[in-house]
């Protein structure tokens, strides 16, 4: 299986900030990385999918990069709905698998 | 609007089988898509498990192949869990989803406590 390590596991930021949380394949993965959110009581939001294509909804402030094995999902001007957990998962290849999530909370 | 609900018991003894059931509402489970569940154990790791395509075919985790059942009522557009010979390590919030690769459509998740 591929294993997909997220960095970091914790983050603090403030509304209006710029964030970014990394995620890294053990082998390449070509551009196949989505992102997703998770919130509390809420159901799990696909964010971006391929590496960097924005899931219909999600707003312009988040933006996905990279391919092989490294990625990066930024959002910049944080808002307060933003924050919560975060995670990775390839789909490259069968099974899935995901980060182990980040953690954005609010400073 | 597409919805999707687990549904099940929420505790389970060891080395029985969890079962949980997956509603779908706004969305015809034969139209298309694969209809996934995954699960997030404490700690917040996510493992998928399998899947059943809109034809009815299966595809699951190695990991679980030995242990795992995904089956559909068409009728009631339900799909299902089954997971034998579960242990604690199976205490996890269990999710159904729909899926291509990815997926776009989530249940809000099922807490499953494996425990005597």
């Known amino acids: 299986d591929v294993q997909m390590t997220q960095s970091p596991s914790n983050l603090a930021a403030s509304p209006g900030e710029s964030v970014s949380i990394n995620c890294k394949a053990s082998?390449?993965?070509?551009?196949?990385l989505a992102w997703y959110q998770q919130k509390p009581g809420k159901a799990n939001k696909l964010l971006i999918y391929?590496?960097?294509t924005l899931q219909s909804g999600t707003p312009s402030r988040f933006s996905g990069s990279g391919s092989g094995t490294d990625f990066t999902l930024t959002i910049r001007n944080l808002e307060p709905e933003d924050f919560g957990l975060y995670y990775c998962?390839?789909?490259?290849?069968?099974?899935?698998?995901f980060g182990a999530g980040t953690k954005l909370e609010l400073k | 609007e597409i919805q999707l609900q687990e549904s099940g018991p929420g505790l389970v003894k060891p080395s029985q089988s969890l079962s949980l059931t997956c509603s779908v509402t706004?969305?015809?489970?034969?139209?298309?898509?694969?209809w996934s569940w995954i699960r997030k154990f404490p700690g917040n790791k996510m493992e998928w498990m399998g899947y059943?395509?809109?034809?009815?075919?299966?595809n699951y985790n190695p990991s679980l192949k030995s242990r795992i059942s995904i089956t559909r009522d068409t009728s009631k557009n339900q799909f299902f869990l089954q997971l034998n010979s579960v242990t604690t390590e199976d205490t996890a919030t269990y999710y159904c989803?729909?899926?291509?690769?990815?997926?776009?459509?989530w249940g809000q998740g099922v807490m499953v406590t494996v425990s005597s």
């Open positions: 989803a729909r899926s291509t690769v990815v997926t776009d459509y």
């Open positions: 082998k390449s993965i070509s551009k196949y």
């Open positions: 391929s590496g960097s």
């Open positions: 998962q390839q789909h490259n290849e069968y099974p899935p698998t």
């Open positions: 706004g969305y015809t489970i034969t139209s298309g898509y694969d």
């Open positions: 059943i395509s809109y034809s009815g075919s299966t």
